[in-house]
């Protein structure tokens, strides 16, 4: 973080950082991620989980995904807009179109989906997504 590079800088640019070798026996080890890690699970992820899935694989990395009519979008970015209570809410159904994006319910709520990725193309969402009736898998 920015605090930590302040604070650390001038020990840095004068060689005064005393490195540490890491403690293999109490590190933390992980798989490799795959392409699917950025599948979307409207139905089982909550909107906090989703926009945090959305924000970490954002450009320049892969991206996070899902289907609309056979196609597949890249979600660029998210915002979890003020949540509302949704009756017989169906995960994954945009709900809203917007000046600023598109609202789609999740498991818990909705996120506001502001940036997306067609074809290798940027799109502004609610340029592509031009009815409420439609659901993302």
Known sequence: SRELLKKNYKNIINSKIIFQKQNHKIATYTC????DDGAIRWQQDD???IHNLIRGLS?????AFCMYKGEKI????SQIPLQRKWSGSVPGRVVGLYNNGVEVLTCDGS?????IEVEG????PQNYFRSIK???V
């Open 32 to 35: 490799a991620r795959t392409p």
């Open 47 to 49: 909107t906090v989980k």
């Open 59 to 63: 450009f320049p990395y892969p991206g």
């Open 74 to 77: 890249i979600i660029q970015k």
């Open 111 to 115: 996120i506001l989906i502001t940036e």
């Open 121 to 124: 193309k940027r799109i502004a």
């Open 134 to 136: 439609g659901t993302l």
